[in-house]
């Protein structure tokens, strides 16, 4: 079962789901926390080349199946044109300010 992404509890995740969904990379942007960082599969990776690589320039797409911590950890279908579609996972840390300082994604 889809949760529909204005449902998700966190806001900042929330705002995150929202510009992966809408391929609106300022949105995007304005929700990390400067100095941002990430990885995929256990690895760190370069969080704007990786973005533009995985979400933007192949239209990324997250169905969110299910939340759990309050929202900071989500299941979700994830679909791009390079890879098509698999599960994910996706773990977030959320600063002070609202928004999001980290977030961790790979195979679920």
């Not at 299910?66 to 279908?77: D, I, K, T």
């Amino acid at each position: 079962m889809t949760i529909q992404t204005a449902r998700l509890s966190d806001p900042a995740v929330r705002a995150f789901v929202t510009a992966v969904n809408a391929h609106d990379r300022e949105a995007f942007l304005e929700v990390l926390a400067p100095g941002a960082t990430m990885a995929d599969d256990g690895s760190d990776r370069d969080l704007g080349e990786w973005v533009d690589r995985e979400i933007f320039t192949s239209h990324g797409h997250l169905q969110v199946d299910n939340e759990s911590q309050g929202g900071r950890a989500l299941l979700a279908r994830y679909s791009n044109d390079t890879w098509g579609e698999m599960r994910t996972r996706w773990t977030f840390t959320v600063g002070e300010d609202g928004r999001i300082s980290r977030f961790e994604t790979g195979q679920a």
